[in-house]
């Protein structure tokens, strides 16, 4: 009794994660943008915003004074964001989430593919 006991257990540990990785879509199956705004909300939401609203902490990444300066060059962007992001920790973010966080500000911020005919990409 105690050995079936026990092989119950030892099936659920193993059963149980198995079928919570089932359920999660893989993140390679997801478009850019939302393997964008996964990466966005990791590693830049806590200053900048959910909605790219700003904060105290992080500029507002969708108003005119930022899209007017950096939002419709998609190069520039991801030139700033990589060379100054996150502070204190400039690099630690591997270049495809650069890429795609740029790509979700850009899409975020509603700007037309005609306007950026060279969306980011590694």
Do not use: R
Request: proline share 5%.
């Amino acid at each position: 009794m105690i050995k079936k006991i026990k092989i119950f257990f030892i099936s659920l540990l193993i059963i149980i994660p198995i079928y919570k990785i089932g359920l999660a879509e893989p993140v390679h199956n997801l478009p850019n943008i939302d393997i964008g705004k996964i990466a966005y909300e990791k590693y830049c939401a806590e200053c900048h915003g959910y909605k790219l609203q700003g904060t105290a902490h992080g500029s507002n990444l969708s108003d005119n004074n930022f899209l007017q300066k950096l939002g419709k060059n998609p190069d520039k962007l991801y030139q700033e964001i990589i060379s100054t992001m996150p502070p204190g920790k400039i690099g630690n973010i591997e270049k495809k989430d650069y890429s795609n966080i740029t790509n979700y500000i850009l899409n975020f911020s509603d700007i037309k593919e005609e306007d950026n005919q060279d969306w980011v990409s590694f």
